[in-house]
């Protein structure tokens, strides 16, 4: 039905997961950070009013899937495996997978994970490259919310937390004794996922993209929640 109302020119309906500061989180009652603000600024140049789901990051794609949500901007990383899925837009950010420690740990680079018990938020990328470690005899803990992954690494339930460098960077912020290593686990690019087939939605949030980077708007938005 979102579908429909997109067609009809009206409501552009946003599926994310409001956990992952800068890119989204809960303000009061808001949610804000820069897929919000980029996502209301396709939606204005689309003339259209934006509606924003939040809902578990693993069911982003079924709900674009299925048409329930036209778009998902969630800081999601584009990977092969999920293109069998959806369709992404261009890139509009650079990210990687940032291992977090306690401030005393011996683990000095993502190297030294075999073995260890590493939390990481369900369905994420990070999820899915500790879990290649299993093999190597490491435990993968998956947490609903990236948070609880740091809360269980601060209490000492856990050795490390793998996810995207700049939640990474807010979490410890909020946290005692807890550092980032230097070294990232992965590099990636965060795009916009939609249907798979809908060129149409696809054509116009790629259009709007490139006049939201050329006219400034995208660095301003980036600007107001990652100081340099
Ligand atoms: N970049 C990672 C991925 O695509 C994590 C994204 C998590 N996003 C969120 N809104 N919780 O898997």
């Known amino acids: 039905e979102a579908a429909e109302t997109e067609a009809a020119g009206g409501v552009l309906v946003m599926a994310t997961n409001a956990e992952f500061p800068p890119y989204e989180y809960h303000d009061g009652g808001e949610i804000v950070g820069i897929d919000a603000e980029i996502a ?59 291992v977090i420690v306690k401030e005393d740990s011996e683990i000095a680079s993502p190297d030294d994970l075999a073995g260890k018990i590493v939390g990481v938020q369900l369905g994420t990328t990070g999820d899915i490259y500790v879990s290649d470690l299993e093999a190597d005899g490491t435990t993968v803990e998956r947490y609903n919310k990236g948070f609880e992954a740091v809360q269980a690494l601060s209490q000492g339930k856990i050795d490390a937390v793998v996810i995207d460098g700049e939640p990474a960077k807010t979490f410890v912020a909020q946290t005692e004794g807890l550092k980032i290593l230097e070294e990232s686990f992965t590099d990636e690019e965060y795009a916009i996922a939609v249907k798979k087939g809908n060129t149409e939605l696809l054509d116009k949030i790629n259009g709007a993209l490139k006049t939201l980077k050329e006219n400034g708007t995208l660095d301003e938005i980036v600007a107001k929640y990652i100081k340099a």
């Not at 009013?49 to 901007?73: C, H, N």
């Not at 990383?77 to 999920?82: A, F, G, I, K, Y």
């Open 40 to 98: 209301k600024a396709i939606a204005g140049e689309l003339g259209m009013e934006l509606e924003i789901e939040d809902i578990a990051f693993d069911s982003i794609i079924p709900e674009i899937t299925s048409g329930k949500a036209d778009m998902g901007l969630a800081g999601m990383t584009v990977t092969e495996d999920r293109k069998q899925s959806v369709d992404f837009s261009d890139t509009y950010a650079k990210a990687s997978q940032k």
